[in-house]
């Protein structure tokens, strides 16, 4: 029997959703797949488009591969747009053909809404949408210093602080009389305004343009209708969007008065073979502007398509849980309070900077809605009381209130019902978990790949931890938090039984608080733990045991067997002599050069016995061990700041210079790197770094628990406009805490995802000295940098240690002899295959 065809028109987020429900259903077989995307890439997530402008790219962002589509038998169609669809025949038509159908499903999304202004298409006009659009925008950013967005929602103020990434002055308009009318009341719309102003974007409520003509002091000019103006370089509409639903218009399918394909509970349209998803379906005369409705759509429409007669879309939840320029805003349900009889309670912080607002019904049993801005640490449990209905507390105020003031504590996972969705974007209840734990899921990991949980925005990861851990307790699964099975501890247990003992050998701690004889794991972490605590030799006689082949040799080891050598550069900043006499001993000793991200020279293919000999001529020549062998602060990336650049309004080479000389040496449970950039152009990237420094005109913003590598993160704004001195106090003391409470290699931003409160917990610990110890933290940053010593200008003046680098003990030859070159591009590097 020859197959039926399925087409899929739009292949975005929705649409690729609904292509993973529904190739491992039963029906599925029983269909030939294809999929048309106007885009020449694959779908992508765009509710994390923003972070393209950080350096992620298309492959970080995709939904998934080419390899993905071709495995499930799916014929991909990118960069083919469809134009119309012949309903009688069956066929839609692109550029390229006819192709036939039998069902059709239309996840057309939608498009930006652009408001009917005068000059709207002028250059340096843009939307925000695709990446296209964003490559577009960063290309004009280059020549320009200015620019605006039309519309203050959630998709403007993103819109904004990727003008400001791009290190523009960054301005938004709006015209409405607040930030997120939807979303936020006047005062929630009033703080976040206020916050995002001390970030340094320019807010203008209540403007409507009416004009857009050619600038005098910049490229274009914003003309209000309270006859002011603004001067732009570039303009980003971002005033809402409408669906797309032109396809369905033309061949006369049923499209709603303001827009939007008609559709029933089952997501089909007025025809039965025609189906449409997301953000161009309109049900119930409703658009849903979100992903985690468009995804219960993509899986109603799945369920249905394969005879599942209980399948239905009833509407979706439209809360909404963002950080918005580093600024928590949260809105549940009903936040307005439209609800007949609705009461409200709100509680207005203007010291500390929150604001939030519930709506309770008339009986004050049941929360109807919320709203939260800078703090959303009460989000899952207002949620949860929302979603599922659970009576309020007798005192419900408490939902709301400081910890100090009497607040309630979190809703416990036991409090959750079974049907309590966990996961609002693949739908995921407690029950679902509950499941996947009675069949074998013994992990938070396990859990994830079995649900999905937790993998779409991530905003419920904090939630399903709890809920995971509180049913593997019920069912008698030990949550351990060990080390390893040689010490029942955690990291964070370890770093104070050694710290407040003073302990400062292996052998006393497992001989105390362990057992056995120690392992791979726990031996390198307690290395790490008494280097933070003490700063003694990493090749001290009681530390070489622990040590990995990296930190044992003080290099990193290479696949052939020989290692790299990496000098620090503080600040990259260099002179003319060190550069020559980086050249010299690479010419010398004939080894590989590369220039490092972070803004060093890498020497490649020394041997051990030539490393002592290399250090030597290295620290002659003024240079230290840059520590990118070890758990320790790698570099402090800078660039030129206002010494020499026009845009630079601070020192950044200095203070870079400054904090690398300072961490140098600081030994942590994963590597830590820093950046400073002398302006908001942010040629640095210090937003990527675990501590990342910005240039203001009042002095430093400092952003932390940023990364790169295989989940970039970026780092969130911290504190602003510090001095020097105060810049310095508060990365010591957050350093500290980080070493003292992370676990065995845990990376800053995974830490602070872990941080129970997050970083308005640490904002409490750093900045306010809530728990006391910020004096201890500042006294430990003080011991660690009066005793730094160069690990390599030690162990090179040490007979004993340098006795370790010998490879071959009765040969004055010291070359191995089974390694094997080759050259290219002029220099030297290992033969892939010596045999």
Same mark, same amino acid.
């Given at each position: 029997?020859?197959?039926?065809?399925?087409?899929?028109?739009?292949?975005?987020?929705?649409?690729?959703?609904?292509?993973?429900?529904?190739?491992?259903?039963?029906?599925?077989?029983?269909?030939?797949?294809?999929?048309?995307?106007?885009?020449?890439?694959?779908?992508?997530?765009?509710?994390?488009?923003?972070?393209?402008?950080?350096?992620?790219?298309?492959?970080?962002?995709?939904?998934?591969?080419?390899?993905?589509?071709?495995?499930?038998?799916?014929?991909?169609?990118?960069?083919?747009?469809?134009?119309?669809?012949?309903?009688?025949?069956?066929?839609?038509?692109?550029? *390229?053909?006819?192709?036939?159908?039998?069902?059709?499903?239309?996840?057309?999304?939608?498009?930006?809404?652009?408001?009917?202004?005068?000059?709207?298409?002028?250059?340096?006009?843009?939307?925000?949408?695709?990446?296209?659009?964003?490559?577009?925008?960063?290309?004009?950013?280059?020549?320009?210093?200015?620019?605006?967005?039309?519309?203050?929602?959630?998709?403007?103020?993103?819109?904004?602080?990727?003008?400001?990434?791009?290190?523009?002055?960054?301005?938004?308009?709006?015209?409405?009389?607040?930030?997120?009318?939807?979303?936020?009341?006047?005062?929630?719309?009033?703080?976040?305004?206020?916050?995002?102003?001390?970030?340094?974007?320019?807010?203008?409520?209540?403007?409507?343009?009416?004009?857009?003509?050619?600038?005098?002091?910049?490229?274009?000019?914003?003309?209000?209708?309270?006859? !002011?103006?603004?001067?732009?370089?570039?303009?980003?509409?971002?005033?809402?969007?409408?669906?797309?639903?032109?396809?369905?218009?033309?061949?006369?399918?049923?499209?709603?008065?303001?827009?939007?394909?008609?559709?029933?509970?089952?997501?089909?349209?007025?025809?039965?073979?025609?189906?449409?998803?997301?953000?161009?379906?309109?049900?119930?005369?409703?658009?849903?502007?979100?992903?985690?409705?468009?995804?219960?759509?993509?899986? !109603?429409?799945?369920?249905?398509?394969? #005879?599942?007669?209980?399948?239905?879309? !009833?509407?979706?939840?439209?809360?909404?849980?963002?950080?918005?320029?580093?600024?928590?805003?949260?809105?549940?349900?009903?936040?307005?309070?439209?609800?007949?009889?609705?009461?409200?309670?709100?509680?207005?912080?203007?010291?500390?900077?929150?604001?939030?607002?519930?709506?309770?019904?008339?009986?004050?049993?049941?929360?109807?809605?919320?709203?939260?801005?800078?703090?959303?640490? #009460?989000?899952?449990?207002?949620?949860?009381?929302?979603?599922?209905?659970?009576?309020?507390?007798?005192?419900?105020?408490?939902?709301?209130?400081?910890?100090?003031?009497?607040?309630?504590?979190?809703?416990?996972?036991?409090?959750?019902?079974?049907?309590?969705?966990?996961?609002?974007?693949?739908?995921?209840?407690?029950?679902?978990?509950?499941?996947?734990?009675?069949?074998?899921?013994?992990?938070?990991?396990?859990?994830?790949?079995?649900?999905?949980?937790?993998?779409?925005?991530?905003?419920?990861?904090?939630?399903?931890?709890?809920?995971?851990?509180?049913?593997?307790?019920?069912?008698?699964?030990?949550?351990?938090?060990?080390?390893?099975?040689?010490?029942?501890?955690?990291?964070?247990?370890?770093?104070?039984?050694?710290?407040?003992?003073?302990?400062?050998?292996?052998?006393?701690?497992?001989?105390?608080?362990?057992?056995?004889?120690?392992?791979?794991?726990?031996?390198?972490?307690?290395?790490?733990?008494?280097?933070?605590?003490?700063?003694?030799?990493?090749?001290?006689?009681?530390?070489?045991?622990?040590?990995?082949?990296?930190?044992?040799?003080?290099?990193?080891?290479?696949?052939?067997?020989?290692?790299?050598?990496?000098?620090?550069?503080?600040?990259?900043?260099? !002179?003319?002599?060190?550069?020559?006499?980086?050249?010299?001993?690479?010419?010398?000793?004939?080894?590989?050069?590369?220039?490092?991200?972070?803004?060093?020279?890498?020497?490649?293919?020394?041997?051990?016995?030539?490393?002592?000999?290399?250090?030597?001529?290295?620290?002659?020549?003024?240079?230290?061990?840059?520590?990118?062998?070890?758990?320790?602060? *790698?570099?402090?990336?800078?660039?030129?700041?206002?010494?020499?650049?026009?845009?630079?309004?601070?020192?950044?080479?200095?203070?870079?210079?400054?904090?690398?000389?300072?961490?140098?040496?600081?030994?942590?449970?994963?590597?830590?790197?820093?950046?400073?950039?002398?302006?908001?152009?942010?040629?640095?990237?210090?937003?990527?770094?675990?501590?990342?420094?910005?240039?203001?005109?009042?002095?430093?913003?400092?952003?932390?628990?940023?990364?790169?590598?295989?989940?970039?993160?970026?780092?969130?704004?911290?504190?602003?406009?510090?001095?020097?001195?105060?810049?310095?106090?508060?990365?010591?003391?957050?350093?500290?805490?980080?070493?003292?409470?992370?676990? *065995?290699?845990?990376?800053?931003?995974?830490?602070?995802?872990?941080?129970?409160?997050?970083?308005?917990?640490?904002?409490?610990?750093?900045?306010?000295?809530?728990?006391?110890?910020?004096?201890?933290?500042?006294?430990?940053?003080?011991?660690?940098?009066?005793?730094?010593?160069?690990?390599?200008?030690?162990?090179?003046?040490?007979?004993?240690?340098?006795?370790?680098?010998?490879?071959?003990?009765?040969?004055?030859?010291?070359?191995?002899?089974?390694?094997?070159?080759?050259?290219?591009?002029?220099?030297?590097?290992?033969?892939?295959?010596?045999?």
């Amino acid at each position: 029997m020859s197959k039926k065809n399925l087409i899929v028109v739009g292949n975005g987020m929705v649409g690729h959703h609904f292509l993973e429900q529904f190739v491992v259903s039963d029906v599925a077989t029983e269909y030939r797949i294809l999929v048309f995307g106007e885009e020449k890439q694959l779908a992508y997530d765009r509710v994390h488009l923003s972070e393209y402008f950080a350096g992620s790219t298309h492959a970080d962002l995709a939904m998934g591969t080419a390899d993905w589509y071709a495995s499930n038998g799916i014929d991909l169609h990118l960069n083919e747009q469809v134009t119309a669809i012949d309903r009688v025949r069956k066929i839609v038509t692109t550029p *390229r053909g006819d192709y036939s159908y039998d069902e059709l499903v239309l996840a057309t999304g939608s498009y930006p809404f652009v408001p009917p202004i005068d000059g709207r298409d002028r250059n340096h006009c843009f939307v925000y949408r695709t990446l296209k659009d964003l490559d577009a925008i960063r290309a004009s950013a280059q020549g320009g210093k200015t620019g605006v967005v039309v519309g203050g929602g959630l998709l403007g103020l993103e819109a904004a602080n990727a003008l400001k990434s791009l290190g523009l002055e960054a301005h938004v308009v709006e015209f409405a009389p607040r930030l997120m009318p939807v979303q936020l009341d006047a005062e929630g719309g009033a703080l976040l305004r206020q916050k995002i102003e001390d970030l340094g974007v320019s807010v203008h409520t209540e403007k409507a343009t009416t004009a857009i003509v050619e600038g005098e002091a910049a490229r274009l000019r914003m003309t209000f209708s309270d006859d !002011t103006h603004l001067e732009t370089d570039l303009i980003v509409f971002s005033a809402g969007i409408r669906p797309q639903d032109t396809l369905a218009r033309a061949s006369g399918l049923e499209v709603g008065e303001r827009g939007g394909i008609v559709v029933n509970n089952q997501c089909t349209t007025s025809d039965p073979h025609i189906h449409a998803i997301g953000e161009c379906a309109l049900w119930n005369q409703r658009i849903f502007g979100l992903v985690a409705p468009g995804y219960t759509m993509a899986r !109603t429409l799945a369920a249905a398509l394969n #005879k599942d007669s209980s399948a239905a879309f !009833t509407g979706a939840d439209m809360s909404t849980k963002l950080k918005l320029l580093g600024v928590d805003v949260g809105s549940i349900g009903d936040a307005h309070g439209q609800t007949p009889g609705a009461r409200n309670i709100r509680f207005n912080d203007e010291q500390a900077g929150y604001y939030r607002r519930m709506v309770v019904s008339n009986d004050g049993k049941k929360l109807l809605g919320a709203i939260l801005v800078g703090d959303n640490s #009460k989000y899952d449990t207002l949620l949860q009381y929302a979603l599922n209905g659970i009576d309020l507390p007798a005192n419900p105020e408490s939902l709301i209130l400081p910890d100090s003031e009497g607040g309630a504590p979190a809703l416990g996972p036991d409090a959750l019902p079974e049907g309590a969705t966990i996961c609002s974007c693949h739908n995921v209840s407690k029950g679902d978990i509950c499941s996947a734990i009675d069949a074998g899921c013994s992990d938070l990991g396990s859990v994830k790949g079995e649900t999905r949980a937790s993998t779409g925005c991530g905003g419920c990861t904090a939630l399903l931890k709890t809920v995971v851990d509180s049913e593997l307790a019920k069912r008698g699964v030990s949550v351990s938090k060990d080390l390893c099975e040689h010490f029942p501890y955690t990291r964070q247990e370890l770093f104070h039984l050694v710290r407040v003992n003073g302990i400062r050998t292996f052998g006393t701690l497992i001989s105390q608080h362990g057992k056995g004889h120690g392992c791979d794991i726990c031996k390198p972490a307690v290395a790490s733990i008494l280097a933070s605590c003490w700063n003694e030799h990493i090749l001290a006689t009681d530390h070489v045991p622990l040590q990995d082949t990296n930190d044992t040799f003080m290099a990193n080891m290479q696949k052939n067997g020989t290692y790299s050598i990496v000098p620090r550069v503080p600040g990259g900043e260099i !002179t003319p002599d060190k550069l020559i006499a980086l050249g010299e001993v690479a010419k010398e000793y004939d080894l590989y050069t590369k220039i490092t991200g972070g803004q060093r020279v890498d020497l490649f293919g020394a041997t051990l016995s030539e490393l002592p000999e290399i250090w030597e001529k290295l620290i002659a020549a003024g240079f230290e061990t840059g520590h990118a062998y070890g758990k320790a602060l *790698r570099t402090v990336k800078s660039c030129v700041g206002s010494t020499w650049c026009r845009y630079g309004v601070q020192d950044s080479v200095g203070m870079a210079i400054e904090l690398e000389n300072r961490y140098k040496g600081l030994r942590a449970p994963h590597k830590v790197k820093m950046a400073v950039s002398g302006c908001t152009r942010e040629c640095a990237e210090a937003q990527s770094k675990d501590f990342g420094v910005i240039a203001t005109d009042k002095g430093w913003n400092l952003y932390i628990c940023g990364n790169g590598g295989m989940r970039p993160r970026h780092a969130d704004l911290f504190a602003t406009d510090l001095s020097d001195e105060e810049l310095i106090r508060t990365i010591d003391r957050v350093v500290m805490f980080y070493v003292r409470t992370a676990d *065995r290699l845990q990376r800053t931003s995974v830490w602070m995802e872990n941080l129970e409160g997050g970083i308005d917990y640490l904002k409490q610990v750093v900045l306010k000295d809530s728990l006391g110890i910020c004096t201890e933290l500042d006294q430990h940053m003080a011991d660690i940098v009066s005793t730094y010593q160069c690990e390599w200008k030690t162990a090179v003046e040490n007979p004993e240690q340098r006795k370790r680098f010998r490879e071959f003990v009765n040969a004055t030859e010291q070359k191995d002899p089974v390694q094997q070159w080759t050259e290219e591009r002029g220099q030297r590097r290992p033969l892939a295959d010596p045999a």
